[in-house]
């Protein structure tokens, strides 16, 4: 039997790590939701509703009411994740994510993340998942404006004599190639592909008397944010020496 001091710090001990969870939630723009599989209701905060397009701001709402925007292939694949839980009767609380697509009232069309667990139990009457759902939209965006100005990009450099690149330099002194255009190839005998998490090869194939010249003036322009223009050599892996520009 807890004493009145035990329950009441009990109680302090609960309400901090609550608000502590919705304050790392808020923080990461994620909105908690239950699941309620037995009688079909999922309740959530106010960031639930918003996210996902409901007009009524307070759950719990019926399943079909708050899956009712979701794109009709996703809605499909989340009734589907209920009636397989069902199906199952099983307690599998691996994590699980899914990404959706909604058309809101408003007419905006959104994107959204949840993660999710599933929680069983007995003969399988009787469970939930529990999760989070995140707003993409604005990263969807971004990686849609990005992909579209790689393309653009691209079809501007094969116009180009050469080859054009992005290089970058990390912390711990590593080089990586997030873009590179097909000319690469011509030029060092090494595709784009191979180069993107580790550059240090396009390095090594520069002419051994040239390499410490070059690496010390691409260090110093990161350094001083310069430009950086040289003259050097590179040994192609056939043998074959190329004087190149690369500024």
Avoid: C, K
Avoid at 50 to 77: C, F, K, S, T, Y
């Amino acid at each position: 039997t807890w004493d009145r001091t035990e329950q009441e710090l009990f109680a302090r001990t609960l309400r901090t790590t609550t608000d502590r969870l919705g304050l790392a939630l808020e923080q990461a723009r994620m909105a908690p939701f239950d699941w309620d599989l037995a009688r079909g209701l999922v309740s959530g905060p106010e960031r639930f509703a918003e996210i996902m397009g409901l007009e009524q701001v307070h759950g719990p709402w019926l399943i079909e009411d708050a899956l009712a925007n979701l794109d009709a292939e996703d809605r499909a694949r989340m009734r589907g994740l209920g009636y397989e839980a069902l199906r199952d009767g099983a307690d599998d609380r691996a994590p699980r994510r899914l990404s959706l697509r909604m058309h809101h009232p408003d007419g905006s069309q959104r994107h959204a993340e949840i993660h999710y667990r599933r929680y069983m139990e007995g003969d399988g009457s009787l469970g939930q998942v529990l999760g989070a759902v995140t707003d993409t939209t604005e990263s969807q965006r971004e990686l849609a404006e990005r992909h579209a100005l790689e393309q653009r990009l691209a079809r501007s450099t094969e116009q180009v004599p050469g080859s054009v690149f992005q290089l970058r330099l990390d912390t711990q002194g590593r080089y990586s190639l997030p873009y590179a255009s097909p000319g690469l190839y011509e030029i060092y005998g090494l595709f784009p592909a191979e180069l993107r998490m580790q550059a240090d090869r396009m390095l090594q194939i520069v002419h051994p008397l040239d390499r410490a010249l070059v690496r010390n003036t691409i260090e110093s322009s990161g350094d001083h944010l310069s430009l950086w223009r040289e003259e050097f050599r590179v040994t192609r892996p056939a043998g074959a020496v190329r004087w190149l520009l690369g500024a």
